[in-house]
């Protein structure tokens, strides 16, 4: 199965997740080409499992793309119908621990999506 992988953009036109891909291109350009690829294997249903991916919020059903190893790039992303996954944002972490704040963001990202995305 294939998926269409859109980036969630703001009521004011701004999209977090290209923001933080741009941020990583210039900082780490190695995270920053594993996380393009991961993107792209979101497009394919066979790659939506553990370790590229995992349900991080069952209630809200939120979950992650996840690459690199020391530094670990984690994206937020939900599913909408009609084989669509929304990218959120995105941040790098040196820990395993997952931000409660992030998914926060996810949330209110997913939320303001839905209702301007109904």
Do not use: C
Not at 9 to 19: F, I, L, Q, R, S
Not at 52 to 62: E, G, H, S
Not at 100 to 105: D, F, G, N, S, T
Request: positive net charge; glycine residues 4%.
């Amino acid at each position: 199965m294939r998926f269409d992988v859109t980036f969630y953009e703001t009521a004011d036109g701004k999209k977090p997740m290209v923001e933080f891909l741009n941020d990583v291109r210039k900082s780490q350009p190695t995270i920053h080409s594993l996380l393009v690829a991961g993107i792209k294997k979101l497009e394919d249903d066979r790659y939506l499992r553990p370790p590229l991916t995992k349900l991080v919020d069952a209630t809200w059903k939120i979950y992650e793309l996840r690459v690199g190893s020391a530094n670990i790039a984690r994206v937020f992303f939900f599913f909408q119908s009609g084989q669509r996954i929304i990218l959120t944002h995105g941040y790098i972490k040196k820990s395993q621990q997952l931000d409660p704040k992030e998914i926060e963001r996810a949330r209110r990202y997913m939320t303001d999506w839905k209702e301007r995305n109904p």
